[in-house]
Nanobody
Framework: QVQLVESGGGLVQPGGSLRLSCAAS????????MSWYRQVPGKERELVGT????????IYADSVKGRFTISRDNAKNTVSLQMNSLKPEDTAVYYC??????????WGQGTQVTVSS
């Protein structure tokens, strides 16, 4: 059974940090590009960043560049999103997705991140 399970969300004050994790199972994790997306109600899902299958390449949205870092551990089938200097506009549900051959095959259920004082 394929699963992507996000964890690590929560409430944090502006300027704070959170680390999200996504645990994968049921598929060959190391062959997939992994991405983090986020979504707020009423808006389209927004790409936060992407990491290549062996972690050599990363891409970030301009809005998070320099503050967020994606990493992965293929031995543990996990991908992480370290979020620093959080802003209220980072508030969203964060999802991890697994992509191969140009399409997303799997999604997690999402984890809520709220940045508020």
């Amino acid at each position: 059974q394929v699963q992507l399970v996000e964890s690590g969300g929560g409430l944090v004050q502006p300027g704070g940090s959170l680390r999200l994790s996504c645990a994968a199972s049921g598929f060959t994790f190391s062959t997939y590009t992994m991405s983090w997306y986020r979504q707020v109600p009423g808006k389209e899902r927004e790409l936060v960043g992407t990491i290549s299958s062996f972690g050599r390449n990363t891409i970030y949205a301009d809005s998070v560049k320099g503050r967020f870092t994606i990493s992965r551990d293929n031995a543990k089938n996990t991908v992480s999103l370290q979020m620093n200097s959080l802003k209220p506009e980072d508030t969203a549900v964060y999802y991890c997705g697994a992509r191969r051959a140009g399409k997303y095959d799997y999604w997690g259920q999402g984890t809520q991140v709220t940045v508020s004082s």
